[in-house]
């Protein structure tokens, strides 16, 4: 069996969140395939400003796999806040850089003065790590978000999805579940309520950090951070996602389809997952369609989505689809 070194910034083993969870899953999907060794590059002793290097060298441990022929390939999931973000490669060429998301991708949504002109520096960043080196994402809607001669280098490692037991309910209540700390979830719990007003459905918020300040209507319920993400699902006719922003893959997305949950949104929650047939009925165009979508009945729908995984995220697809991706790299 061919050996891959996978090299990782980010801590694995502690509270799960979209990053780690990426890794997690690149790892289970690597395995079917090759020996895998992990290796974990601790870049927090940077510091904030470790955003604005480049070339910060990796821990002894990491540069020796790194320099270690037995290799197949090397994988590294960075991403562009990283100091050892363009170190890598200068150690070894043919490593590989799972960014997961593009910046380039990120700078078509709607952002903030200060957040376009942080990521324009994280895009010049990427621009030259992927001028000469292969940069793998999560779906092509990354790949195609990039400038035409850097997309010739880039790879697609799509996301693997478990199916899970089917909670969805026709009768059931609209979920929504995120850390609202988090400024899209902020503004997702704020069209939320817009949308609860013009309608007699149940909405059951789940999460951390609900800001205090927020009054609810009678029909907006927050029940909380949960240990189960089931709960979250169990018994709801749909998710909604009310607001045009979203790169990579949407874990909430995602998480809802695989128990079997529609999911309601603006085109940008469906990033990187194709949508075909009865699904793209499920595309809000606007924030005052989502009432309407919310009522209809939703059985059809939920069958549809756990198609979509089988077809695009289920395990062997997306292991295959790896493989071949790294054996162009050859």
């Not at 940069?135 to 996301?159: I, T």
């Not at 998480?255 to 009865?278: Q, R, Y």
């Amino acid at each position: 069996m061919e050996k891959i070194a996978l090299i990782t910034e980010r801590v694995q083993g502690g509270v799960e969140n979209g990053s780690t969870l990426r890794d997690k899953n690149l790892l289970h999907s690597l395995i079917k395939n090759y020996s895998v060794d992990v290796f974990y590059n601790d870049v927090s002793q940077y510091g904030r400003w470790g955003i604005f290097r480049f070339n910060a060298m990796p821990s002894p441990e990491v540069v020796k796999a790194l320099k270690d022929s037995k290799y197949r390939y090397i994988i590294v999931s960075t991403f562009p806040v990283s100091p050892c973000y363009l170190s890598y490669s200068n150690i070894n060429p043919k490593v590989i850089h799972y960014l997961c998301d593009s910046t380039f991708h990120m700078l078509k949504q709607n952002l903030g003065l200060k957040i376009k002109i942080l990521t324009l520096f994280l895009a010049f960043k990427e621009l030259l790590l992927a001028r000469s080196n292969k940069v793998a994402f999560l779906g092509d809607d990354e790949v195609n978000s990039m400038p035409f001669k850097l997309a010739r280098n880039s790879l697609v490692f799509p996301f693997y999805v478990q199916k899970k037991k089917k909670l969805f309910r026709k009768d059931g209540f609209v979920t929504f579940v995120g850390d609202y700390a988090f400024p899209p979830n902020l503004a997702a719990l704020e069209k939320i309520i817009e949308i609860a007003d013009k309608s007699t459905l149940l909405f059951r918020l789940f999460g951390a950090n609900f800001p205090n300040h927020i009054s609810l209507p009678e029909n907006v319920k927050y029940e909380g951070y949960v240990e189960d993400i089931s709960h979250v699902y169990f018994g709801a006719r749909a998710l909604i996602y009310p607001i045009k922003y979203g790169t990579g893959v949407k874990n909430k997305v995602i998480e809802a389809m695989s128990f079997g949950i529609p999911v309601i949104g603006f085109k940008e929650a469906f990033t990187n997952i194709t949508l075909t047939g009865s699904l793209l009925d499920c595309i809000a165009l606007s924030l005052e369609s989502f009432p309407t979508l919310l009522s209809c009945d939703l059985s059809v729908y939920s069958n549809e989505v756990i198609r979509v995984l089988d077809e695009q995220f289920s395990e062997e697809e997306v292991s295959n689809r790896i493989k071949k991706a790294l054996e162009t790299c050859n």
